[in-house]
């Protein structure tokens, strides 16, 4: 499985953007997927996830009741629509997904930056 992201960009804070992943290869067999997101000097940060075949959905407690995640049936989008940017958002967006028998294979994107101004 390939992720690409994209829709990342300054914004100013208090606006919405919205993120893709675009998923392409062995789709069908994708079990997890989700946003991770990276800032300097901070540990990657959880943002949402589907798990166990995109049953379940969790998102970290630093976005909850402001972004909210999304799939199509196919599995070869995902979308991120953050709402209510703060400065805290600034970070690198990563997209992953877990995939083949048992969900052991794993595929990360290169990530699309969000800066959101004061």
């Known amino acids: 499985v390939q992720l690409v992201e994209s829709g990342g960009g300054l914004v100013a804070a208090g606006t919405s953007l919205t993120l893709y992943c675009a998923a392409s290869?062995?789709?069908?067999?994708?079990?997890?997927m989700g946003w991770f997101r990276e800032a300097p000097g901070k540990a990657r940060e959880l943002v949402a996830e589907?798990?166990?075949?995109?049953?379940?959905?969790k998102y970290g407690d630093a976005v909850k009741g402001r972004f909210s995640v999304s799939t199509n049936s196919a599995k070869t989008m995902m979308y991120l629509q953050m709402n209510d940017l703060k400065p805290e958002d600034t970070a690198r967006y990563l997209c992953?997904?877990?995939?083949?028998?048992?969900?052991?294979?794993?595929?990360w994107g290169q990530g699309t930056q969000v800066t959101v101004s004061s």
């Open positions: 992953y997904a877990r995939w083949g028998p048992y969900g052991l294979n794993e595929s």
């Open positions: 290869g062995s789709t069908v067999s994708i079990n997890d």
């Open positions: 589907f798990t166990d075949g995109v049953k379940n959905l």
